[in-house]
DNA sequence: TAATATGATCTGTAAAGCAACACATATTGT
DNA sequence: ACAATATGTGTTGCTTTACAGATCATATTA
C-alpha cells in the first residue's frame, strides 16, 4: 500500500493531538497520586469524593456525583465503602428526608489533612518539567476552563457556582 | 522533591483541586468530541488509535497500545473492529513474523481528515472561555508536561521520542 | 538444540458507566 | 385533601474497559 503517512497527517503532526496529550497527563496524574494514596478506599477517585465531603458544597449523593462527574448509582456503593472505613457518614436531612447528607467523619478529616500534602507532591512531580510560574499559569488556565460557562459545552451543570458563591464572587 | 506547602486545607479549597479540574476538562472534551465523532467506531478512543495509526509511527500493536495507554488485550479486538470498517489492515512484518504492523487503508485516511476538522472544532469549544493566545499558552504547556522525561514519572515510556525524531534529527 | 523473551490473541474477573425499575418523600395542580 | 408528577436513593442487569493469566507462534540467546 501506499506509505506517504508523513505527509497525510503533518498538521496532527506539528500541533500534536489535544486528546492524546490530555490522555498522557491523565494518566501520568493517575498514577502518581494512585501511588500516593496507598490503602486509601477508592484510590484518587476516592480522594475526589472525600475532598467534595469535606468541602461541604454538596449537600446530596446526586450533587456529589453530578460534581464529580461519576454516575450516581456508583455513588451509592463508594459511600457505602466510606462509610465502613469510618470516613464518613450518612445523615438524614430534615428538611428532605429523601436526601442523604454526607458528612465527613473526625477520621475522614485527619485522613484527608494526611493524603492531601502527598496528592500535591504527586502533582508537582507531574508538572514536574514545568517551572514554578509556569505551573502556576497551566493550573490557572486549567481551572478557569473547568470552571466555565456550562452552556457553551452542554455539559448541563455549573461546576463552580458553589464555590464562586462561596468565594464572595456570587454569579450566575 | 521537597514540599513547602503553607497550611493543608484551606489551600485546597483557594486554588481548586487539581485532579477535580483536570476531571472535568477531560470530561468535557470527552463530552464534546464524542459528539464530534458521530458514528465513528470507538468514539474518541477509537480516533486516537486512528490518529496513532496514519502517523506510521507504532511498529506493531503492543508499541500503539503503549503509546495510547491502552491494554494490550484491548488494541486487539480494538483493532478487529477497525479492520471490520474497513480503516485499517494487519500486515505481517517479514522482519519479524510475530508482530503485526496495522496501516491505514485510504478510508482510514479520508475519515480521519473528515474527522479533524470536527474534533478541533470541539477543542475549541472545550477551551472557549479561553482567548485565542491563552488557548496555545495552554496547549504549548500540556504538551511539554506530556512529552517530559518518563523517569521523573516512573510511567516507562519515552512518550515523544519518536515524534520528536521526526520532526527533527530524524529517524531512529 | 534448548531455554528464554516477545508479540498477539483468548479467557476470565472486576471496576465503572448506563438504563430501567422500585421505593420513599416532596412538590404541584385540581 | 387528593391525585399526579418530580426527586433522591438504592438495586438489578447490561456493556465497556482494565487487568491478570494462559496459550501459541516466532525471535533471540545460551
Redesign the pocket.
Given at each position: 500500500m501506499s506509505n506517504n503517512t508523513a505527509f497525510a497527517s503533518s498538521s496532527v503532526e506539528s500541533q500534536k493531538d489535544f486528546g492524546w496529550t490530555l490522555g498522557v497527563l491523565v494518566r501520568n496524574y493517575q498514577n502518581a497520586s494512585t501511588a500516593a494514596m496507598g490503602e486509601f478506599p477508592?484510590?484518587p477517585?476516592g480522594y475526589q469524593v472525600l475532598v467534595a465531603v469535606v468541602s461541604g458544597e454538596q449537600p446530596?449523593?446526586?450533587?456529589l456525583a453530578q460534581h464529580l462527574?461519576?454516575?450516581?448509582?456508583?455513588?451509592?456503593?463508594?459511600?457505602?465503602d466510606f462509610v465502613k472505613a469510618g470516613l464518613v457518614e450518612?445523615q438524614l436531612n430534615p428538611a428532605?428526608?429523601?436526601?442523604?447528607i454526607v458528612v465527613a467523619t473526625h477520621a475522614g478529616r485527619k485522613a484527608l489533612e494526611k493524603l492531601q500534602h502527598d496528592v500535591l507532591g504527586a502533582e508537582d512531580v507531574v508538572l514536574g518539567v514545568l517551572a514554578e510560574d509556569e505551573r502556576e499559569v497551566f493550573r490557572s488556565l486549567l481551572r478557569r476552563v473547568a470552571c466555565a460557562e456550562p452552556a457553551a459545552v452542554d455539559h448541563g451543570l455549573g461546576a463552580c457556582e458553589a464555590m464562586e458563591e462561596m468565594l464572595g464572587t456570587g454569579k450566575k
Open positions: 477508592h484510590g477517585r446530596n449523593q446526586l450533587a462527574g461519576i454516575d450516581r448509582t456508583v455513588m451509592t456503593y463508594l459511600i457505602d450518612r428532605d428526608r429523601r436526601a442523604r
